[in-house]
């Protein structure tokens, strides 16, 4: 084939594989070429088995259009992508398929003559087993710099005996099949750039394991630069490396500090007993201390390099790959640089998160030195049909290893465009070989999280949502694991999500930066079918008093009103008509404390998936506010009445014609217009989803004057003197005020200074009291210097809520330091007389027993153990062997007239307790199709 018509098939290819065609009339429209000219070259493809045609679509005039996927021929390759020990191989298929996959032994060290033949066994193991005669081409990767032309490794460092030996030759002669080499680097960037948006065309994808590599894309295209070398930064000199030797042969380079090998090293040196960058992944996985250290620190090397690459290439991405790159230490420590050290031209849209495929990525793509991609990759040759593999390899792994065919995920694209996307037909308008097409399901997760008290004077920025960007959303949650039925139901992508510990009020700037990246990031994404948005529903920002809601409106600007979303929320979220609006499907917890949290977002990524497979209507939305505004402490479904009343949220969500159905309590310590209880039933049945809502809200609005604290409740003195009193051990008690999973700033000290007063626990051989916890950052670093023994005096506490009480001054003995804890950073535990007072660089609720036995403490031998907590979370509330929650101001203060509500709608209960009953009939809330003309009353 000419490079004219070459350069024709790979335009189809991409357009085919992009989505934004799916037959010969599309493709002809968008390429401008004459319908014989396309005709012709899908012919080609189409008997090279490269484009496969399903069934018709139907046409409002004219014969019915061929429907185009890619793939469908029987041929497929053989991958493998060769580590230090390991080698990562499969099989790659037309489509994208990347199956039987297997990690086996390769020792690189041995040599090529002595480690390819056992590899070539297993790649002919492979071949033997999908059919020798359809086996098209072998693929490596390798980890050193490659000459591509010649085929072969130059230059290796710690690869003894690989250098200029003509690998692609040998494996050629045993194979009798094309076969492309490829560095490890470069192949990671080609496959990852294949699952990106088509709009980030310039990338550095870094890999990041015993040895550091970096690949680049430039244009949507492989650069390799003039002699194959572009990205070795592992060989860039570093001042924190001084004359350490390399094993390029030079000394200082940042791979002796921030490679797994460097780690290996410096971690034996300080006397742990690692072997490999396997073991300093366990030990920092583990958070051990000095492992979490020195990976933080190698994050810091790589950033700081990186930094000068990304300044003068202004990429649109960097990607972190490699087993470095699953610590979280690591990863984040290589960010925080690059927003360090780079002008913030470069950095205000710059994507930086990890490799979204994985082990997949080298392998998905060493085969494949030229095929077109979801973003136009290819390494710049003309694509070739027939010629060997070039073409057949444009095909292996399209749209990065997804195992559904690319027809089944484009079949209903339109390029005509709408809010940005290509126009979708309904899902009633296709018909394929007489049957419905199967609605291709690319499925979306994003959104942002936290319970924000408006009472307290604590501020939150975007770093306090520990956001997660691309397939890390995915993967954060357990039911969406490869293998779990509903990951394989449809097709997940992430967008952003964000949740935070409860605390005060988002800044408008923390708020505009993950808002736009998030809507940023669903719009670089493309098309897609169904949006999951998981939110908490109490988030209060700077200026809006309806976040959430907010948030979902500018999100429809972007996917557009027929893109169905399933919002998933914390029982303490806030339900407008407007948040309703804007959701088809809508649901919360039906417990707290919160045991059924997975269990709600499980439930509505199912609810959204089953809806957009079974192709039914959007279902009928029936709300109904509720004037209440009660404390969570006071809505337990522990006890009665919250017990029964949310017994009967599973009664109407199993009625015929329901889809699901929930209560919200609302956000008691927030003052904004929206704050209340409410009821939203949802369903297929405008009758049976309104007579539900209006069961539950009648419910709810009955019970109100029986609503109680879920423990008995008094003042701090009171509660501690019962706990001195009571024979069973440990008492528990709540300092309820400050509680930081509620919104309170953590660093109230009016409790702690009571404490600390009572002359019971003056002597180290009084009544052992445990008291968590108390923010200090200086304390802290003063502490952690002075080191486990030793006395100090250090200050603590008050910095953001000194309303109450001011810094505390205490004297105490060192006991236990804690580094790498994921909100409290670092934690100390000061004995205080007999009081073990738990100091945090950041605040941290305590919830669990390890947060207590990792820093050497027996709760369950304590006398008082005192938790800034409101009810207690279920592993303590079982360890507990009495409870009392006193009544501490702060700023989630559980006595709600005295915080001063003003701008809440009255009347409501409790605070007008008098009130006549309020209208609790159900309002249907119009589709997000179509306007929303009702008031938010």
């Known amino acids: 084939m000419t490079e004219k018509s070459g350069s024709l098939t790979r335009r189809i290819l991409e357009l085919l594989a992009s989505g934004q065609a799916s037959t010969r009339t599309e493709l002809s429209e968008l390429l401008g070429a004459a319908p014989s000219t396309v005709s012709f070259a899908v012919g080609k493809l189409l008997d090279y088995g490269l484009v496969t045609e399903e069934g018709t679509l139907s046409s409002n005039g004219g014969r019915p259009r061929k429907v185009l996927r890619l793939g469908g021929g029987d041929g497929y390759a053989v991958a493998a992508e060769l580590g230090g020990k390991h080698a990562h191989v499969g099989v790659v298929h037309p489509g994208g398929g990347l199956t039987d996959t297997s990690t086996v032994p390769f020792a690189t060290a041995d040599g090529p003559e002595a480690s390819l033949p056992g590899l070539v066994e297993t790649l002919q193991g492979l071949a033997d087993r999908h059919g020798p005669e359809l086996l098209r081409g072998v693929g490596l990767c390798l980890p050193g710099p490659v000459d591509v032309e010649p085929g072969l490794v130059t230059l290796p460092a710690r690869m003894p005996g690989w250098n200029r030996f003509p690998v692609r030759d040998w494996l050629q002669e045993r194979f009798g099949v094309p076969v492309a080499i490829e560095n490890d680097a470069n192949c990671m960037a080609v496959g990852e750039h294949s699952v990106r948006p088509a709009g980030q065309r310039q990338a550095i994808m870094v890999k990041a394991g015993t040895g550091i590599g970096a690949g680049v894309i430039a244009d949507g295209r492989l650069y390799r630069g003039g002699s194959g070398a572009a990205g070795e930064i592992t060989h860039v000199r570093v001042e924190a490396a001084h004359d350490i030797p390399c094993s390029c042969g030079n000394t200082g380079c940042l791979e002796t500090v921030a490679s797994g090998a460097a780690l290996v090293r410096i971690l034996r040196e300080r006397g742990l007993e690692v072997t490999s960058t396997e073991d300093v992944v366990r030990l920092a996985t583990d958070a051990d201390p000095e492992a979490t250290r020195a990976v933080r620190q190698a994050g810091r090397y790589l950033g700081m390099v990186l930094a000068a690459n ?31 050290g780079c002008h ?10 990890r490799a979204g495929l994985g082990a997949d990525a080298g392998p998905v793509d060493d085969v494949d030195r030229g095929r077109p991609r979801q973003g136009g990759v290819d390494d710049g040759r003309p694509a070739q049909v027939p010629q060997p593999v070039d073409e057949f390899r444009g095909q292996l792994g399209v749209r990065g290893g997804r195992h559904r065919a690319a027809g089944q995920c484009l079949a209903d694209q339109r390029p005509a465009p709408v809010g940005g996307f ?25 959104g942002l999280g936290i319970e924000s008290s408006t009472f307290s004077p604590a501020r939150t920025e975007a770093a306090a949502f520990h956001p997660s960007r691309g397939q ?125 949290a997975l269990q709600t977002k499980e439930r509505a990524a199912r609810n959204l998936v089953d809806l957009l497979a079974s192709g039914a209507p959007r279902p009928v939305k029936a709300w109904v506010p509720v004037p209440v505004l009660l404390a969570g402490e006071q809505t337990s479904t522990r006890i009665e009445p919250a017990k029964s009343v949310y017994a009967a949220v599973e009664e109407v969500a199993s009625a015929e014609g329901v889809t699901d159905a929930a209560i919200w309590v609302g956000y008691a310590w927030a003052d904004e217009p929206r704050n209340r209880a409410a009821v939203v039933v949802t369903g ?76 019971e626990f003056k002597d180290p051989s009084g009544p052992a009291v445990i008291y968590a916890s108390l923010p200090g950052p200086s304390a802290v670093d003063t502490a952690v210097r002075a080191g486990v023994g030793a006395t100090v005096t250090v200050t603590a506490g008050a910095e953001v809520d000194d309303r109450h009480a001011g810094p505390l001054t205490m004297t105490g003995v060192v006991h236990s330091v804690r580094h790498g804890d994921r909100d409290a950073e670092t934690e100390v535990v000061l004995r205080v007389g007999s009081v073990q007072v738990i100091l945090t660089r950041l605040r941290k609720p305590y919830h669990l027993e390890r947060d207590f036995t990792e820093l050497d403490l027996d709760a369950r031998a304590a006398d008082v153990v005192i938790v800034k907590i409101g009810y207690l979370e279920p592993e303590l509330f079982a360890m507990a062997a009495d409870w009392k929650m006193a009544l501490t101001p702060g700023g989630v203060d559980q006595d709600l007239p005295r915080l001063g509500h003003h701008r809440i709608r009255r009347p409501m209960f409790p605070f007008d307790p008098a009130m006549h009953r309020p209208d609790l009939t159900a309002r249907i809330v119009a589709p997000a199709n179509r306007p929303l003309t009702d008031t938010d009353e």
């Open 310 to 340: 990304v300044n003068f290439f202004n990429p649109d991405a960097v990607y972190l790959g490699g087993i470095l790159s699953t610590l979280e230490p690591f990863v984040a420590a290589v960010r925080s640089q690059l927003y360090e």
């Open 344 to 353: 913030p031209l470069v950095t205000e849209h710059l994507v930086i998160e």
């Open 422 to 446: 290509p126009q979708r037909l309904s899902r009633r308008q296709e018909r394929v070989s007489g049957d419905d097409v199967l609605p291709a399901r690319w499925v979306e997760g994003g």
């Open 472 to 596: 890390d959303v995915v993967t954060r949650y357990p039911f969406l694991a490869p293998g779990e039925p509903l990951r394989e139901a449809a097709d997940w992508r992430g967008a952003l999500v964000g949740k935070a510990l409860p605390g005060g009020t988002v800044t408008a700037a923390a708020y505009a930066e993950l808002s736009t990246e998030l809507i940023d990031r669903l719009r670089d994404l493309g098309p897609i079918d169904g949006l999951w948005y998981d939110i908490h529903g109490a988030m209060t920002v700077e200026g809006l008093d309806d976040a959430e809601a907010d948030l979902l409106a500018r999100i429809r600007e972007v996917i557009g009103p027929d893109v169905l979303v399933s919002t998933s929320m914390d029982l303490h979220g806030n339900v407008s008509r407007p948040l309703v609006h804007h959701s088809d499907l809508i649901t919360c917890y039906r417990m707290a404390p919160h045991e059924d």
């Open 684 to 759: 297929p049945d405008e009758s049976a989803v309104a007579a539900g809502a209006e069961r539950l809200a009648r419910g709810f609005w009955d019970a109100r004057h029986d609503f109680a604290f879920v423990a008995p409740t008094g003042t701090l003195d009171d509660c501690l003197d019962e706990a001195l009193a009571a024979g069973a051990r440990p008492y528990f008690i709540s300092d309820t005020g400050d509680n930081p999973t509620a919104g309170g700033a953590g660093d109230v000290t009016w409790g702690l200074e009571r404490v600390l007063a009572r002359p």
